[in-house]
């Protein structure tokens, strides 16, 4: 708990304009945590303040030489928090009713300090894991890992040489359906396109008739794109675990109509749910700076998130929705990755998770977000969110990312811990 408390404590909000604090005090810190066990990290800044820190744990070289490296992987920034909203201060790391409160208390400083817990156990203990491990705390994942992630891998690959699997966050945790426990192990992930439309027109007088408006070619591009449907498409993560849940709960998949399947999963049917499409949300709208001018041009933002295998599909169809005039332009864009729920790690994961839960059930799942391991599959790097947290069955888990009032059950950090080292020792 400690180690998750002393994270909390140390403010690195990330606005996605360089304005923030940036991770150097969390980087420090934890290259302080990793020294006093006689570790000897690497803190690397890509960019001021955006501070990185990678450590490689040697292993067997049978092992390694078999399968490669595995990386474990953690990010140390956090999305701003709105103290008025909260019942606790976001950064005071306090604990109340069995959870520990604070903005990244599952987003992910939580396996952040599962992660630093096992490594630390592992470097006082002088055993050697079965392969190499690297263990990566990162900064700048919530804004795409530009000058995190991304950075390391376009100018420190060496560090992560050797490296072919990689575990991360959201994953791993527990919900119940049909009152089974079930864990959702994440072996795939949408991708990524922030968008900018710029609707162009004839600027002007505002007591003008006006017949080519910037503004009012923009507003009905937003209102096609915010309205459209689009068509569900199952991939091969999402089938599988929708046939799993089939298999728990005695209801029948029905591909056209999935829906009736999702009502078995409570609140996890909002994460669920947006795998099973392409989505576009309009988020940010800008024109004009004065009441009487009409502006030659007006902008949006438009968050857009497609499937494994349905980027050009969901290109054409904005393009299309955005209409004439209106440019569509890239602000970042970052891959969709899905690996197979199958293998030694998979089996291994699965395996630590059911010897301290006996009975349970894991099913994979695809997150319609995005981690950390969309910049390492550049390397070929094939990733996987495994932070293991066994929940309360009323907890809404889903709605703490990025939410108000964000926390973790002590419980479910103990039960982390438990389950990586039995992870790291058969891995």
Known sequence: MDLCRDLLRIDTSNHGDGSGPGERAAAEHVMGLLGEVGLDPEYVEGHPRRGNVVVRVPGDPAG??????????????????????????????????????????????????????????????????????????LADEEAGGVQGARWLVDHRPELFEGVTEAVSEVGGFSVEIAGRRTYLLQTAEKGIAWLRLVAHGRAGHGSQVGTDNAVTRLCAAVARIGAHTWPVEITPTVRQFLTGVSEITGVAFDEDDPGVLLEQLGTTARWVGATLQNTANPTVLEAGYKHNVIPG???????????????????????????????????????????????????????????????????????????????????????????????????????????????????????????????????
């Open 64 to 137: 390694t030489a078999a399968r490669g490296a595995l990386l474990l992987h953690g990010h140390l920034d956090v999305v701003p928090a709105r103290a008025a909203d909260w019942s606790v201060d976001p950064f005071a790391g306090e604990v109340r009713d069995g959870c520990l409160w604070g903005r990244g208390a599952v987003d992910m400083k939580d396996m952040d300090a599962m992660l630093l817990a096992v490594l630390r156990q592992l470097a006082r203990s002088g055993e050697r894991p079965p392969r190499d491990l690297v263990f990566a705390f």
């Open 297 to 427: 041009t007006a902008t949006a933002l438009v968050d857009c998130r497609f499937l494994p295998g349905r980027e050009e599909e969901l290109r054409a169809t904005i393009a299309e929705l955005a209409g004439e005039r209106v440019d569509v332009q890239d602000v970042h864009v970052d891959a969709a990755v899905e690996t197979e729920f199958a293998g030694a790690l998979v089996d291994r994961m699965v395996a630590a998770l059911q010897a301290e839960d006996p009975g349970s059930t894991v099913l994979p799942y695809c997150l319609a977000g995005g981690t950390d391991n969309k910049s390492f599959s550049r390397l070929g790097i094939r990733g996987y969110g495994f932070a293991p947290l066994r929940l309360p069955a009323d907890l809404d888990f889903s709605g703490m990312f990025h939410g108000v009032d964000e926390r973790v059950p002590l419980d479910a950090l103990r039960f982390g811990v438990r389950v990586l080292e039995r992870f790291v020792r058969t891995c």
